[in-house]
């Protein structure tokens, strides 16, 4: 039996799909479409609603493959990966897409070890290869210094994990109600990896530390001279609705939390607007954020190298330019407020 | 405890140069070092050994020289190495690397602990870590920034998610990922660097390993490189330098038109 069909693989928490899941719609359905063949999304879950996962089919999927208990509640990667395989062997789809989070990242090499499926990471590109079908996955490495595209001539499924945010949610069309179906699988226990338990959970009060899922990041460098600063960075975030994010040396100097790290030993972002306040943009830090839609820079030196990749650059002190800038953002919030 | 570290020699990124001609990477003149994110692992499993005691083995595949790789690993507090080298595994994916190390790891025997880095910097996957896992139906822990506790028999972690922090507990043997927050990687000692000098590797290849040849090297990978490009860095912005009150003024208006602009207010 040949393979056919192109799979997203989406994510929820707490019972709500997360919106990297519609991201992978978009990527799917532009795909679906040149190969002429159906969209399907796998969700994986402990519990949801029916009408959220019907919200896969208002936005792209012509199928949902849903496997939803208690004891799937948390992500285990032993367990997601044997359903996974059990589906693929079921339906056989011949490209797979994660996203490159945490969970797409463990999962899609757990799952293509053991069924000699061609897999590449956080792809920024996919197309399909004409005459042949085949996926074409194109992805920076070597901290962001090549791209390079990959296909797998031969092995089926093609399987990628897609860097989030380098594309938009696909947008919700109410014509699709009713024009998908939604495949409820009962979970078998043979499948689930009981040797693996999640015995806590804690996150930093107040602190937002999904750098990846932010539509804004504003970063702060070792510039900023010291701890205190990051309040500066903090606030513009705050105005402009997103998240901090900061180098690697104020990090290693304890100014600041791990989670927050852009870069090369950090994460790697793709939001709309970064903005990078006393970086001056070692070949590390930009592997980490390269790919944003628009770039900012603040810094005094002028021959900084991050204004090399900026949109839009400020040369000055930050903590004359920030100030200013958080103060105009306030009253343009209280304007958009009344 | 019994602890084996996957690791890999990489170039130093921060010096890397494309051909322009060919959009290939230059190797000649580029130093060649432990990827930075392996430091973390090695370290966490020096630690590990200081505070109640363990063997740990660095195992690499890879070029003769990524011999460099593993005496500095040696150097730091590692006790022996492993070098997979030859022919056969040139042009390895992720499958076939995942594939071999499992391999190497089987060689090995009992064992109660992998520790690997996030990632590699150069091919910046982070596939093999769960892959080794994958082929040796180990569970597994992947970006874990704390080892809270281990007994003989389990190891309790704390793994960073885009939510927050994930506490695990799994039997031992696992397979462990670390990210950067777990430890800060020590240099070699001149003692370490005197040790490492005098232990012996042990070098395998196919001859001498239980391993299927047609899954190894580029034969053995499903995915194939079909070409490789430079991307062009430079954007060309507007910039606007800041000296006094009215310069100040001017900059933050034409920032605020450009977020306008851009459609982000």
């Not at chain 1, 040949?2 to 919106?19: C, F, H, M, P, R």
């Not at chain 2, 922090?165 to 003692?191: D, G, H, N, Q, W």
């Not at chain 2, 391993?211 to 912005?237: C, D, F, H, M, Q």
Request: charge should be neutral; include cysteine; glycine fraction near 8%.
């Amino acid at each position: 039996m040949s393979y056919q069909g192109v799979w997203t693989l989406a994510e929820a928490n707490d019972g709500e799909i997360k919106i990297v899941s519609y991201e992978l719609l978009t990527r799917g359905r532009e795909l679906a479409d040149k190969l002429r063949c159906e969209l399907a999304s796998v969700l994986i879950c402990g519990r949801i609603d029916e009408k959220d996962a019907e919200e896969l089919i208002l936005r792209g999927a012509d199928r949902v493959y849903l496997v939803s208990s208690p004891e799937l509640e948390h992500f285990v990667v032993g367990s997601y990966s044997n359903i996974l395989i059990d589906l693929i062997e079921r339906y056989r789809p011949e490209v797979i897409l994660s996203a490159a989070t945490t969970t797409g990242r463990t999962l899609m090499p757990h799952a293509a070890v053991k069924i000699k499926a061609g897999l590449t990471a956080d792809c920024t590109e996919l197309d399909i290869e004409e005459g042949t079908g085949n996926l074409l996955q194109t992805r920076p490495a070597i901290g962001g210094n090549i791209m390079a595209t990959i296909k797998t001539p031969e092995c089926r499924p093609q399987m990628a994990t897609v860097r989030p945010k380098s594309t938009r949610p696909a947008p919700r069309n109410e014509n699709r109600r009713g024009r998908g179906e939604i495949i409820r699988i009962e979970l078998a226990p043979a499948l689930l990896d009981r040797r693996v338990e999640r015995i806590g959970f804690r996150k930093n009060p107040g602190e937002d530390i999904n750098i990846q899922g932010a539509d804004v990041v504003v970063s702060g460098g070792r510039g900023l001279g010291k701890k205190e600063n990051f309040a500066l960075i903090r606030k513009m975030a705050e105005l402009l609705h997103g998240v901090v994010g900061a180098s690697r040396e104020t990090v290693d100097r304890g100014w600041i939390s791990y989670p927050h790290q852009v870069g090369l030993s950090g994460k790697t972002v793709t939001p709309k607007l970064y903005i990078a306040v006393g970086i001056s943009g070692a070949i590390q830090h930009l592997a980490g954020m390269k790919t944003a839609d628009i770039i900012v820079a603040i810094n005094k030196d002028p021959d900084a190298p991050i204004f090399r990749v900026a949109d839009f650059g400020i040369i000055g002190d930050f903590l004359e330019v920030v100030p200013q800038i958080n103060q105009s953002l306030a009253k343009e919030g209280e304007r958009s407020e009344v | 405890m019994k602890i084996i570290i996957p690791i890999k020699q990489v170039p130093e990124t921060s010096n890397v140069k494309i051909d322009e001609e060919t959009g290939t990477i230059v190797r000649e003149g580029v130093e060649s070092i432990v990827n930075p994110l392996d430091l973390y692992a090695i370290e966490a499993g020096i630690q590990l050994k200081e505070e109640r005691g363990a063997e740990i083995t660095v195992v690499s595949m890879g070029p003769p020289s990524a011999e460099k790789a593993l005496k500095e690993a040696i150097a730091m507090g590692c006790d022996d190495g492993i070098l997979i080298s030859g022919k056969e595994f040139a042009g390895s994916d992720t499958w076939a690397t995942s594939y071999t190390i499992s391999r190497a790891v089987k060689k090995l025997g009992k064992f109660d602990l992998i520790l690997t880095g996030e990632r590699a910097t150069d091919g910046e996957t982070g596939q093999v870590g769960p892959g080794i896992a994958s082929f040796l139906d180990l569970p597994v822990s992947t970006y874990t920034s704390r080892i809270v506790e281990v007994t003989e028999v389990s190891i309790v972690v704390e793994r960073l998610i885009e939510e927050g922090y994930e506490m695990l507990r799994m039997p031992l043997p696992a397979l462990v990922s670390v990210v950067k927050e777990i430890c800060f990687p020590r240099l070699p000692t001149l003692r370490g660097k005197q040790k490492a000098k005098k232990t012996e590797l042990a070098r395998w290849n196919a001859d001498n390993m239980d391993i299927e040849r047609s899954a190894l090297g580029l034969n053995g990978s499903p995915t194939r490189v079909v070409k490789i490009e430079t991307p062009k860095v430079t954007r060309s912005g507007e910039v606007v330098r800041v000296t006094d009150e009215e310069s100040l003024a001017d900059a933050v208006e034409r920032f605020l038109t450009f977020l306008r602009k851009k459609g982000i207010l």
